[in-house]
């Protein structure tokens, strides 16, 4: 079996934010809703590979900082150039901010197509173009 992602959890300091943020990014990249608790959501990718957002009773601080040891950021595909400039068009009205503005969308280098993203709680976002 080829290696791949298998799910992604993200303890969040508000669900319904992150329902909001998180929920309208994933499903404008393709993925679908999954399963929804009272502390949690999941989004599916096309894939199977899902993500979930929980607002954990267990979290030992009350907000996410990119700069702290551990996950920086997340990277996901779209489709195309296109996709990525829309997604940047949107985004603001979901609770994202574009990054880097001064160097978008080559913000990862001349040959890396891509939006970063930043939500409210701070957790970044990178929307990659395919080469």
Known sequence: MAAAVH???IWVPDLSRAVTSWGWVLNRLG???GDGWP???TWTAPDGCYVVVE???AMSAAEHDRMRPGMNHLALNAAGRAEVDSIVAEAAEH???LMFADRHP???G???YAAFLSNTDG???EIVAPD
């Open 39 to 41: 502390g949690g959501m």
């Open 31 to 33: 993925w679908k809703d």
């Open 95 to 97: 609770g994202w901010t």
């Open 123 to 125: 957790y970044e976002l």
């Open 110 to 112: 001349p040959q890396h």
């Open 7 to 9: 799910h992604i959890e």
């Open 55 to 57: 607002q954990s009773p």
């Open 106 to 108: 080559y913000a990862g």
